[in-house]
């Protein structure tokens, strides 16, 4: 229960594109859905986050899209360049949970020229 | 900008012997975290930690595993007797008052041999 599903594991895109990438879970305690990016070699950085008391936020080209009925988010990167070539990682919490952030399993996004 | 930092970026140590991972959290940050990254998996949440003392731990931090804020500073990760499947990148995360927000340091890849 404590899991959260994440698809594609890969993603390939063309610049310019849009890159949607999806997440599920089931336990609905969680109130706090955030998206990392991670370059190789690095630290998870927080991109964008939601709570599920709305559907849709979004940050400059990174928007999240929450589906609380459904128990999905998503992540889309519209006009999508070679510089977002990263591993997307969703995750969830719920504050009686610690704030314990569990993560998906993550989707290496490539964009090509 | 403010961040978390972590020492040392790699150590390789024998198995069997004692590590300890240090993390300096971000300065007014209240909420401290370890997590894990076995190479080309998802993250796993180690242990939190709040108004010093553990507030939850996972599976993985058994008796081999202890966290300490030796100073206003510093967190620090031991590992007591290392085992080669502790080999993964070693992330400490930080979060203010609201606790939701976490903020990673950039790791410490660890190689049990």
């Known amino acids: 229960q404590q899991q959260v599903k994440q698809s594609p594991q890969s993603l390939i895109v063309q610049k310019g594109g849009i890159s949607i990438i999806n997440c599920a879970y089931e336990?609905?305690?969680?109130?706090?859905f955030p998206w990392y990016q991670q370059f190789p070699g690095k630290g998870p950085a927080l991109l964008i986050a939601i709570r599920p008391d709305v559907s849709e936020k979004k940050e400059g080209r990174f928007t999240i899209s929450f589906n609380k009925s459904a128990k999905q988010f998503s992540l889309h990167i519209m006009d999508s360049q070679p510089g977002d070539s990263a591993t997307y990682f969703c995750a969830a919490s719920h504050t009686g949970g610690g704030n314990k952030l569990t993560f998906g399993t993550g989707t290496q996004l490539k964009v090509e020229l | 900008e403010p961040e978390v930092t972590q020492t040392p970026s790699h150590q390789v140590t024998q198995m069997g012997q004692e590590v300890i991972l240090r993390c300096v959290p971000i300065s007014n940050h209240l909420y401290f975290y370890w997590y894990r990254q076995i190479l080309g998996q998802k993250v796993e949440f180690l242990v939190s930690f709040y108004n010093n003392e553990i507030s939850e731990k996972s599976e993985i931090f058994d008796d081999q595993f202890s966290v300490e804020r030796p100073d206003g500073s510093n967190f620090t990760l031991k590992i007591r007797s290392t085992k080669l499947e502790d080999s993964a990148m070693y992330f400490c995360?930080?979060?203010?008052?609201?606790?939701?927000?976490?903020?990673f340091g950039p790791g410490t890849r660890l190689l049990v041999l």
């Open positions: 995360a930080s979060s203010g008052t609201e606790g939701k927000t976490q903020y």
């Open positions: 336990n609905t305690a969680f109130d706090y």
